[in-house]
């Protein structure tokens, strides 16, 4: 499943292909994704001009030179795939293709179909329902150890599930989580309130830097990519405790010692993964 940095890469990946670009043709190869979508879609986006493409949350924003705004989530699966010209067949998971006045033809493949699009414009993104619960970009200026201790003041939830919790802090995965909170040596279970105005500082720290580190793979991942597919969705990345369970961590021989390496743990029906001798 995509997450923040992944899809990050995928909006870095596409800024050359469409920033400034205009969309001569845009086909919708069925009638819904996860939700229909939107009246005239293809109608809409026809003719228009990419202006920018940014991220918000896990999802991709598309503006355009009338006000207009794509939404697009890539679901589970979903991934974007640029070519420089149109190939003599779609696959039957292509569900979006996008063709520029470059002759660039940007498709959205996603097997399972839980990804979404949907069109607002500018003026009424901040209402949109996906987009008005959230909380701040955890790489943005406004997140900060302080902020994110006034979120969580009296959250007796696990820690776990309140930085799970869109509207505390916007796009963190279940990955990224469990990686923030072993670099920060807090315990997965600990009650969000319990934390230490130091804790949540280190926390919010290491929410940061897990984040950065991903996209730098990423990013290392876009440069890869231009001499291989052209597709755009997943890369190679090491982790330190996620999906290493028995393993021992980078920064201690807990897999030699009673603890036994990385301990798998479930909390609300979703893996958690954590250090019991430097998570406290
Ligand atoms: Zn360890």
């Known amino acids: 499943m995509p997450e923040l940095p992944e899809v990050e890469t995928v909006c870095r990946g596409l800024a050359p292909h469409l920033e400034g670009r205009r ?24 003719g228009r001009v990419v202006t920018s493409l940014r991220r918000r949350a896990k999802y991709i924003l ?24 149109r190939p003599d067949a779609f696959d039957k998971h292509d569900h979006v293709v ?19 699009m949907d069109l607002t414009v500018a003026d009424a993104l901040g209402d949109h329902p996906m987009l008005r619960n959230l909380g701040p970009e955890p790489l943005g200026n406004e997140f900060s150890g302080p902020d994110l201790a006034r979120r969580l003041a009296g959250k007796i939830t696990p820690i776990k599930a309140a930085l799970l919790d869109q509207s505390i802090v ?46 730098a793979a990423g990013g290392s991942s876009l440069r890869d990519y231009r001499q291989a597919s052209g597709e755009l969705g997943y890369f190679q990345h090491q982790f330190a405790v996620y999906d290493r369970e028995g393993e021992g961590c980078p920064d201690c021989d807990c897999d030699r010692a009673r603890t036994g390496g990385v301990q798998r743990i479930v909390q609300s029906g979703r893996s958690t993964f954590f250090c019991a001798a430097r998570q406290r």
């Open 98 to 116: 996008f063709e520029t006045d470059a002759g660039t033809i940007v498709t959205f493949n996603d097997a399972r179909r839980f990804g979404l």
């Open 62 to 85: 598309m503006h355009l030179d009338d006000g207009g705004v794509l939404i697009a989530h890539l679901g589970m699966s979903g991934r974007m795939i640029i070519a420089p010209e």
């Open 170 to 215: 916007a796009g963190l995965g279940n990955i990224y989580v469990s990686e923030a909170l072993y670099r920060s040596g807090i315990l997965p279970t600990r009650t969000a309130a319990s934390l230490t105005a130091g804790e949540v500082d280190r926390l919010a720290g290491a929410v940061r830097e897990v984040l950065e580190r991903a996209i």
């Open 23 to 46: 969309l001569v043709r845009v086909e919708q190869r069925r009638p819904n994704l996860r939700t229909p979508f939107p009246p005239r879609f293809c109608e809409r986006l026809t």
